[in-house]
């Protein structure tokens, strides 16, 4: 793990063809994107919804709701999808319920898509945290959803232009469903506390169309980047199916106004169509149409997929972390999705919303804390330019179960459809394993140690690493890692009030870490609960002087150590959001330098003016009105010359 190591970040796409035998594992699929060949059914809207709140939570299989329509098993409401359940009604029931949650619905499809040359396939993501799906009546698949955007799907029967789709979440997170077990479904006054990180919402939170493609053979693009200079790629096309007679073509257009097309044909074995296409870097938003077709001599079907690429490298050298052979420094946001009434459902509105004014706030990266986003919000990234760090839902590894065998092999396949789904993206330049285990034990280092090695077999073309919360003298974990990402919130969970200590204690851990591992460091999340609206001078804490005199304390530091070792600072967070009920919140968790409405707290200017001055600095040449402020307060600190 010392000396340099290269990463290049390379294009790849998956899809699976569903299989008939449910016992078969769908290792993921390529996002649904209509074309030529493809279409999609939206099935977001009004569900009929239901808990089982009977004692045993078992009433659902029992007495086999999905047998018949979810309303003759007793009263059901209307539930927006795609949305959490647990703020659209005012009973406290549903907001903190545990156990297995009900959906149906009945939805037509059009005749034609009643031919054996169409697959009709679901597509299930964001299920918290185990989904089974009834189609007409009949188990059709299951999944372990674990909180991420599920790459699971299900091949639907369509013997008729009715379809009626039944769907149970269990929202009992075990080992074997979730990397968290601090739950219980318990039917007493004292029933085991949830983990406090979030609020534990629940439900059918992303989007589940259903979408067709043809049955002839579909292409696993495999891409093995091998630039040479000037920078570019190659590509390569794996044939899913084996077998003579079938035909490839890629084609990506727009690079450099020279379209590079190849095809070649299937032989008995599993052949490679490559093609070279020299592009100049990648500057933030350029992203280039690749599109992916097949055909078979045994049929006069063709699919075409088109899937949005980015060309660039990755690279840790020593103390630095290189985009496209450039120092890149992370300016960044521990998120959430999280909003008022929805949760976690997805919002496209909410989502331009957060990327502007990720824009406004001059900032260049996020992390997907605690778990992966919704696939619109990773385009959104690739589409703006906004780097990301791909986190697994591994947050909160703190009990001896979740060290367990159950838990590694569930973590294994966690990261493994994480990387299935994530890997074609540009905008992701590093994975994630896990946030605040306890890596003190000795038992972490050999639980982290395959999962690591595992992850990067899967993806050798990127960096991996982890979050933690220990000290540099007491992790077992972080020597797994190619940068280093740690918390620590000072003079808040501690030495409360004492800001005057951030900046000494600050620098003592960052270079502990360096002197300890010769890594480069990201502070991956720091700040201070703050009340919107809530004032004292001096500042007292939850105060936004508070916020604003704690994160001050932190600059200095960051900007000695950025030109030694540390590669990035990443404030928690990026706005305010609910959690569990506790003392320790006040309606949640209100570290946010915007309000959960997204409404700016003053620290957020203070903010801005950084990230857009780090800009300046690193990017001389940048202009524009937005930059004025910044621009104003930067020449203030720097000592002029002439040809400034």
């Known amino acids: 793990m010392s000396g340099t190591r290269t990463f290049f970040v390379v294009i790849c796409c998956l899809t699976v063809i569903p299989k008939p035998n449910l016992a078969d594992p769908l290792p993921g699929m390529l996002f649904p994107r209509e074309s030529e060949s493809r279409e999609l059914k939206d099935l977001n809207g009004l569900w009929n919804f239901r808990v089982d709140s009977s004692k045993t939570r078992d009433a659902g299989f029992q007495e086999k709701w999905y047998s018949k329509p979810l309303e003759k098993s007793g009263r059901v409401i209307p539930m927006p999808v795609p949305a959490s359940y647990n ?14 949650a009900w959906y149906d619905m009945d939805t037509y499809v059009p005749q034609r898509w009643k031919d054996n040359s169409t697959r009709v396939v679901l597509r299930f993501e964001s299920a918290h945290y185990y989904i089974l799906f009834f189609s007409l009546g009949a188990k059709a698949d299951q999944h ?68 067709t493609y043809p049955t002839t053979p579909s292409p696993i693009a495999t891409t093995r980047s091998q630039p040479p200079k000037p920078l570019g790629v190659k590509d390569a096309v794996l044939c899913e199916e084996r077998g003579t007679g079938i035909t490839l073509q890629l084609d990506i257009n727009e690079c450099e106004n020279n379209p590079c097309v190849n095809g070649g044909t299937c032989a008995d074995q599993v052949n490679s169509f490559s093609c070279t296409c020299y592009c100049s870097i990648v500057i933030h938003n350029r992203c280039l149409p690749m599109q992916i077709s097949t055909s078979s001599t045994q049929s006069s079907l063709q699919d075409v997929y088109r899937l949005p690429v980015g060309i660039r490298t990755v690279r840790v050298e020593g103390t630095k972390f290189l985009i496209n052979n450039r120092e890149f420094y992370f300016k960044g946001f521990g998120k959430h999705e999280d909003a008022n009434i929805r949760g976690k459902g997805l919002d496209n509105v909410l989502i331009a919303k957060d990327f502007n004014l990720m824009k406004w706030l001059g900032g260049n990266s996020f992390r997907t804390s605690h778990y992966p986003y919704a696939e619109e919000i990773m385009d959104m990234a690739d589409r703006t330019g906004i780097v990301v760090i791909d986190e697994s839902p591994g947050v909160g590894i703190h009990y001896s179960d979740n060290f367990g065998p159950v838990s590694l092999k569930h973590h294994q396949e966690v990261m493994a459809e994480l990387v299935r789904r994530d890997k074609n993206r540009p905008a992701v330049v590093m994975w994630s394993v896990a946030n605040e285990p306890l890596s003190n034990l000795a038992q972490a280092e050999k639980y982290f140690a395959p999962i690591f090695s595992e992850t990067r077999k899967l993806d050798p073309t990127r960096p991996v690493t982890f979050v933690t919360n220990f000290k540099a003298w007491s992790d077992k974990v972080v020597q797994f890692v190619d940068v280093i990402l740690c918390n620590r919130y000072y003079a808040w969970y501690h030495d409360f009030g004492q800001t005057q200590l951030i900046s000494r204690q600050l620098e003592e851990e960052l270079m502990d870490w360096y002197k300890t591992f010769k890594k480069p460091v990201v502070q991956a999340e720091y700040g201070a609960d703050t009340l919107a609206g809530l004032h004292s001078d001096p500042a007292l ?104």
């Open 541 to 644: 804490m939850f105060t936004e002087e508070y916020q604003i005199e704690s994160i001050d304390q932190y600059f200095p530091v960051f900007d000695k150590l950025r030109k030694e070792f540390l590669v990035g600072e990443m404030i928690w967070n990026f706005a305010d959001f609910m959690t569990q009920q506790g003392v320790t919140r006040v309606v949640g968790n209100k570290k946010g330098i915007l309000t959960r409405e997204r409404q700016p707290k003053a620290a957020a200017f203070v903010l801005r003016q950084r990230y857009l001055n780090i800009t300046l600095e690193q990017s001389p040449t940048s202009t524009g009105d937005e930059l004025l402020d910044a621009l104003v307060k930067f020449e203030s600190r720097t000592p002029t010359t002439g040809n400034q």
């Open 144 to 211: 372990s959803a674990s909180a991420r955007p599920a790459v699971g799907c299900s091949a639907v029967r369509v013997p008729q232009t009715r379809i009626k789709c039944t769907l149970s979440f269990s929202c009992t997170p075990t080992p074997s469903t979730h990397l968290i077990l601090t739950r219980k479904c318990l039917n007493n006054a004292h029933p085991t506390p949830p983990t406090p990180l979030t609020s534990h919402y629940a439900s059918r939170q992303h989007a589940h169309p259903l979408h």
């Open 87 to 100: 703020d659209i009604t005012q009973e406290k029931s549903i907001r903190d319920f545990i156990g297995w």
